[in-house]
């Protein structure tokens, strides 16, 4: 059997596979004679079912089966024990299959996400933490808006030539940074007005139009959670593509407090519930875009980047899983932003020893996670006291504990130990903060 493979990427296996006759064609025989032992159809006798039925009712499936074991397996041997990640996207030549004699040979070109086996990380990496510093009237401010978020929305066709007074607008833009590169969405509201009207106004849902480079300052770092070497002055052209537009009526300050149910606290302390809200916010918010951008950082530098037409395609299966078991999904950006993130996350772990995750690893965290419960339930003391006193217990548990939550444990164990890493590798995050507007300008 004729291989061929190149890694065109540390973590992208490209080639073919060809497989001759003499591969399948013995195979594909007895399995039809094994259905046509135990196939039971209308009109004839058990186990007399001509072979042309058999052909024409099974044949495409039972050798689309065939071919696509001997290309699986033969795809993992010529791998050499690399951990494939996802589906391998294939084109098979011929695309139809000949069920018939005189049979043919077929050839699968494939494309292949592998974890690799030498570390990516080799380069230094500046990382990066967004903080965020007490601002005059932050609360009215975070008042404003989320009156406007939780405000009546009405869609826009086109702009109008001045922005109204009694309502927000709320628009979202695609921008392409180069040729072939996935667009950012960036958002725009009246509220923070990130750059002037007068660049939009009249605008249609849809319009193509040019800004100057200097509208993207207020963006910079959260293009920089995609594009980490971004920076405005090197960009010569800017054209958006309007992709939405809301007006929002807002609510008034007591409609919103009531939709918050934070009417049923007394008006005494009302200002200090306001506070423990607008600081959750914050806190979630930052959270959330130094994790983004961390894994951006380290995405970069390690130099992965997975072909869009590659992407599409997984995107496409991810998706068709998806709707299978009517189940929620992701856009197609954070879809791509997450695989390409496994690559670098599954790579760690097979090359840096410090996040190997023993047996006994894994049986004292989940000691540890129930030693933190014993105080708050009794039967958790009992459980632990069950288990300290009998050897055969304390196994049954924990293979049962592990076979059912062991990988999400694994997860957890080694993103914990992979932030000291980072830390021990590159040192600590240099700390950059974010005004309230920019922090909120992307949450709606």
């Not at 950059?432 to 922090?439: A, I, T």
Request: glycine content about 4%; proline content about 8%; hydrophobic content about 40%.
């Amino acid at each position: 059997m004729e291989t061929q493979v190149t890694f065109t990427r540390p973590y992208l296996a490209e080639g073919r596979i060809y497989i001759p006759v003499s591969a399948y064609e013995d195979l594909y025989r007895q399995r039809l004679r094994e259905l046509r032992r135990e196939v039971l159809l209308p009109g004839f006798r058990p186990g007399q079912v001509p072979t042309d039925v058999i052909i024409g009712r099974y044949g495409e499936e039972v050798l689309s089966s065939i071919l696509s074991e001997i290309f699986l397996n033969t795809l993992k041997s010529i791998l050499q024990n690399r951990t494939i990640l996802q589906l391998p996207y294939y084109e098979r030549s011929p695309q139809n299959f000949q069920t018939k004699p005189p049979f043919v040979p077929y050839e699968y070109s494939f494309r292949v996400l592998v974890v690799p086996q030498e570390p990516l990380l080799t380069k230094p990496v500046r990382l990066i933490r967004y903080t965020y510093e007490s601002q005059p009237d932050e609360v009215e401010y975070f008042q404003r808006y989320m009156c406007m978020a939780f405000g009546h929305l009405e869609p826009v066709e086109q702009l109008p030539s001045t922005p109204p007074t009694d309502r927000f607008i709320l628009m979202r833009f695609h921008w392409q940074p180069h040729q072939g590169a996935s667009p950012l969405t960036l958002s725009w509201n009246s509220l923070a007005m990130p750059f002037a009207w007068s660049y939009v106004a009249g605008r249609r849902l849809g319009e193509v139009f040019e800004v100057p480079p200097q509208t993207l300052v207020p963006y910079t770092d959260y293009i920089r959670l995609v594009y980490p070497d971004f920076s405005p002055l090197t960009v010569n052209r800017v054209e958006l593509v309007l992709i939405g537009a809301l007006y929002s009526t807002p609510l008034t300050l007591e409609a919103l407090e009531e939709r918050l149910k934070m009417n049923e606290i007394p008006p005494s302390e009302r200002a200090e519930a306001w506070q423990k809200v607008f600081q959750y916010h914050i806190e979630k918010n930052l959270a959330q875009l130094n994790a983004k951008l961390q894994k951006a950082l380290l995405l970069h530098a390690a130099e992965i980047w997975i072909p869009d037409e590659l992407g599409r395609y997984l995107y496409v299966m991810y998706l068709t899983a998806r709707s299978e078991r009517n189940g929620s999904s992701i856009e197609y950006q954070a879809f791509r932003e997450e695989l390409e993130w496994e690559i670098l996350f599954q790579n760690l772990v097979a090359t840096e020893p410090s996040l190997e995750m023993k047996e006994e690893d894994l049986q004292e965290e989940v000691m540890k996670g129930l030693e933190a419960l014993q105080e708050a339930s009794p039967k958790v003391q009992e459980l632990i006291q069950s288990l300290s006193s009998s050897d055969t217990a304390l196994r049954q548990f924990m293979e049962g504990i592990l076979q059912k939550s062991g990988h999400k444990i694994r997860r957890s164990l080694q993103e914990r130990r992979l932030q000291q890493f980072l830390k021990e590798r590159f040192g600590p995050p240099i700390e950059q903060p974010l005004s309230l507007k920019m922090l909120l300008l992307h949450t709606i």
